[in-house]
């Protein structure tokens, strides 16, 4: 099996509670996360707004069991990282993680494209892009929306 990938580059640092809104995201569903915050290792409980934490320049990461890319993926890292004012906000899953049904690669490939163009007119970005890893490079990529 391969891994997944979707990636938000360029977006702002209020736009990752935007995302999470959009992607159902749970607190209650987290299964670790890790965060670096005044020389020590925090969870995401310990963390009062991302606006804070990204402060500074930083990376963190969730391990979450699910979440809606217009199919249920579970067991999902996301990884956030952001400089003093753009970051990149990527999620990795398994291909074996995606919603367990009857549906063809290309009709789950089309739901995910039709949810993140929902979001495309609410968040910042420079783009957004769904494939293989690395989804960064143009061979793996299944879904690239750019912000023109």
Same mark, same amino acid.
């Given at each position: 099996?391969?891994?997944?990938?979707?990636?938000?580059?360029?977006?702002?640092?209020?736009?990752?509670?935007?995302?999470?809104?959009?992607?159902?995201?749970?607190? &209650?569903?987290?299964?670790?996360? &890790?965060?670096?915050?005044?020389?020590?290792?925090?969870?995401?409980?310990?963390?009062?707004?991302?606006?804070?934490?990204?402060?500074?320049?930083?990376?963190?990461?969730?391990?979450?069991?699910?979440?809606?890319?217009?199919?249920?993926?579970?067991?999902?890292?996301?990884?956030?990282?952001?400089?003093?004012?753009?970051?990149?906000?990527?999620?990795?899953?398994?291909?074996?993680?995606?919603?367990?049904?009857?549906?063809?690669?290309?009709?789950?490939?089309?739901?995910?494209?039709?949810?993140?163009?929902?979001?495309?007119?609410?968040?910042?970005?420079?783009?957004?892009?769904?494939?293989?890893?690395?989804?960064?490079?143009?061979?793996?990529?299944?879904?690239?929306?750019?912000?023109?």
């Amino acid at each position: 099996m391969e891994n997944l990938e979707l990636i938000f580059e360029d977006i702002r640092v209020r736009d990752i509670d935007t995302i999470f809104k959009f992607l159902k995201f749970d607190e &209650h569903n987290i299964k670790n996360s &890790h965060f670096f915050l005044d020389n020590a290792d925090v969870e995401y409980a310990d963390i009062s707004s991302f606006t804070n934490y990204f402060k500074t320049s930083g990376t963190c990461n969730i391990l979450i069991s699910r979440l809606d890319l217009g199919i249920e993926v579970t067991d999902v890292l996301i990884i956030i990282s952001f400089d003093e004012v753009f970051g990149d906000m990527t999620l990795n899953f398994s291909e074996a993680n995606w919603e367990k049904n009857d549906l063809t690669e290309e009709k789950k490939i089309e739901l995910v494209k039709e949810k993140l163009k929902q979001i495309t007119n609410e968040i910042n970005y420079k783009s957004i892009i769904f494939g293989y890893e690395p989804a960064d490079e143009e061979n793996m990529q299944l879904i690239n929306i750019e912000n023109k």
